[in-house]
């Protein structure tokens, strides 16, 4: 489905864990020559890093204003912590007036440490000379420069913020973001998560006319937390007036059950559901049915998924329902190209990449001489 959007000009930004779609991204990105398939991950030789601070027109509307206060609010404080108006108020203002003047000076490089510089020199001193002064019980600046210090050059994650590779996801249409290493980082995963949900919106605001997706994969686990959960809200009960969809995947269907931001905001807005083989979850299945709202024509069909599949074929059944209004159960079945280019299975990842490694880095070779190789011993 989502090879297909892409195929239709769709842009495509995908959040995973587990490297699932690092070889279809390497194919984009060599298809593309390195304009499109962009896969973020972090490896300790080579930490994720953003920069919230850069476009490349120098065009920074309300949304996008308001997620790098979100972003540094959500640095400087924990997720118990009360913000105040004062606080808020005060940060959004050191935030505009910071784009006002890498606006009008474009000789001040855009990232999170000449804001830094900006708020410790400029913005505080400025603060000291107003009429109506702002006490530290109000807003204490020099709390909030000492938490956001370990950002700043020399401190311990530097690099998260300054990126000097400055790509402008805006226009990019196949976008990944694996942040298998980071999702138990209490540091760093409330900031991923965030400039991840900024992208999206970025795009889902400002480009007109044009199907944008997030896909959520098994990361939505950990993006569901009590600090995303009105992202999540305000994506889900939004993303369909920007002609965008927001999808997430799950194979652990207790996480389902359970969660509320999952049953209050992704449930109840979503009209498409599609579900693979139930079988091993009969037990629970009645739970499943009433959360999802199924009827015992749709439970039916679903429990029959891959009962009575054609052996000389490989291929799975799939269910899919469109708001209770119309439901079936259908065969999905791939070349072994595509399956190669899709699979999960790590033995097989391996194998593919291993094989393009042996080709200078050329993943389509790979994957059209590994495909040759598997229908031949299947004919055996």
């Known amino acids: 489905m989502v090879r297909q959007y892409y195929e239709q000009g769709a842009h495509v930004l995908l959040v995973d864990t587990g490297n699932s779609y690092q070889g279809l991204c390497e194919l984009i990105h060599r298809k593309t020559k390195g304009e499109d398939g962009v896969y973020f991950t972090y490896t300790n030789g080579s930490p994720i890093s953003f920069n919230p601070f850069y476009t490349d027109d120098y065009f920074f509307d309300v949304e996008k204003r308001e997620s790098i206060c979100t972003l540094l609010l959500t640095l400087w404080k924990s997720a118990d912590e009360h913000i105040t108006k004062t606080e808020a108020g005060e940060l959004g203002s050191a935030v505009n007036t910071y784009i006002e003047l890498i606006c009008a000076d474009h000789s001040v490089t855009p990232c999170f440490n000449t804001f830094y510089e900006y708020l410790r020199d ?55 973001f694996e942040i298998d290493q980071v999702k138990d980082n209490k540091d760093l995963f409330p900031v991923v998560t965030i400039i991840i949900m900024e992208a999206f919106i970025n795009k889902m605001r400002r ?11 098994e990361a939505w686990k950990a993006i ?22 927001a999808i997430v995947v799950t194979q652990e269907v207790d996480d389902i059950i359970q969660s509320p931001i999952v049953k209050e905001s992704i449930i109840n807005n979503s009209d498409c559901k599609i579900l693979l083989d139930q079988r091993k979850y009969m037990t629970k299945f009645d739970g499943i049915q009433a959360m999802l709202g199924l009827s015992e024509k749709e439970k039916s069909q679903i429990l029959s998924i891959n009962q009575n599949n054609d052996p000389n074929r490989l291929y799975k059944e799939v269910w899919i329902g469109l708001g209770g209004m119309q439901s079936a159960v259908y065969a999905t079945e791939v070349s072994m190209e595509e399956y190669l280019t899709y699979t999960t299975e790590e033995t097989e990842k391996v194998e593919v990449m291993n094989r393009a490694a042996q080709l200078g880095g050329d993943i389509e070779t790979a994957i059209r001489q590994l495909a040759i190789e598997k229908r031949n011993n299947k004919k055996k």
């Open 224 to 245: 569901a937390s009590a600090n995303m959960a009105d992202y999540i809200k305000y994506l889900y009960k939004t993303v369909r007036k920007y002609f965008g969809e």
């Open 122 to 176: 400029v913005y505080r001193k400025d603060m000291e000379k107003r009429d109506i002064k702002v006490t530290l019980s109000d807003f204490n600046i020099n709390n909030l420069l000492t938490t956001l210090k370990q950002y700043y050059r020399g401190g311990r994650y530097d690099f998260l913020l300054n990126s000097d590779k400055n790509i402008d996801l805006l226009s990019k249409r196949f976008i990944v």
């Open 207 to 217: 480009l007109k006319g044009i199907r944008k997706m997030i896909l959520i994969e």
